[in-house]
T-cell receptor, first 114, second 109 residues
Framework: DAGITQSPRYKITETGRQVTLMCHQT?????MFWYRQDLGHGLRLIYY???????DKGEVPDGYVVSRSKTENFPLTLESATRSQTSVYFC?????????????FGSGTRLTVV | QKEVEQDPGPLSVPEGAIVSLNCTYS??????FMWYRQYSRKGPELLMY????GNKEDGRFTAQVDKSSKYISLFIRDSQPSDSATYLC?????????FGKGTRLHILP
């Protein structure tokens, strides 16, 4: 199916565990983004990538690691999960032409750290 | 001062009413102004975007930008229960989009 898919949709993990959230897009978009969405804070950019093997920090990168070995995949890893990382995580992608105005978002991963 | 300010609501209006959603911003360098709609437990989706000042209309939706006042608005005419969602304003800076916190809108049947 065309689009942007995130997995898993829901995840519960324990403090200190490593967890990886997956993001896959089928449009060959150059740009991909990871956001977290929390009440009172809105959407905050964690990391983004302009192309395969090019990644950069966003507003709240601490405690997260990303990689992008293939254009279509952009996994987000929490190296040692903390309760403060309980959130809804959204992946987004954009082509170069739409970069100024048009991100396409996945349906999100709801992560709970206990 | 935050770059993008948006009243979180919730805003409840009766079906058929005109809805006005607003954002203010502080960075005069913003050029593209967007509205995203987010249904519960879904990702945001682009509703409309405007480049620079002026109005843009798409069906029941009108986006308005006033750069002199650093103020943007989204108007929804003949509101429907299916319009119930969170609406996020957004603006671009340095190849990244900055989002407002979103306004929750409830359209009452």
């Amino acid at each position: 199916d065309a689009g942007i898919t995130q997995s898993p949709r829901y995840k519960i993990t324990e403090t200190g565990r490593q967890v990886t959230l997956m993001c896959h897009q089928t449009w060959s978009h150059s740009y991909m983004f990871w956001y977290r969405q929390d009440l009172g804070h809105g959407l905050r950019l964690i990391y983004y990538s302009a192309a395969a093997d090019i990644t950069d920090k966003g507003e709240v990168p601490d405690g997260y690691v990303v990689s992008r070995s293939k254009t279509e995949n952009f996994p987000l890893t929490l190296e040692s999960a903390t309760r403060s990382q309980t959130s809804v995580y959204f992946c987004a992608s954009s082509g170069v032409r739409q970069l100024d105005y048009g991100y396409t978002f996945g349906s999100g991963t709801r992560l709970t750290v206990v | 001062q935050k770059e993008v300010e948006q009243d979180p609501g919730p805003l409840s209006v009766p079906e058929g009413a005109i809805v006005s959603l607003n954002c203010t911003y502080s960075n005069s360098a913003f050029q593209y102004f967007m509205w995203y709609r987010q249904y519960s437990r879904k990702g945001p989706e682009l509703l409309m975007y405007t480049y620079s000042s002026g109005n843009k209309e798409d069906g029941r939706f009108t986006a308005q930008v006033d750069k002199s006042s650093k103020y943007i608005s989204l108007f929804i005419r003949d509101s429907q229960p299916s319009d119930s969602a969170t609406y996020l304003c957004a603006m671009n800076r340095d190849d990244k989009i900055i989002f407002g916190k979103g306004t929750r809108l409830h359209i009452l049947p």
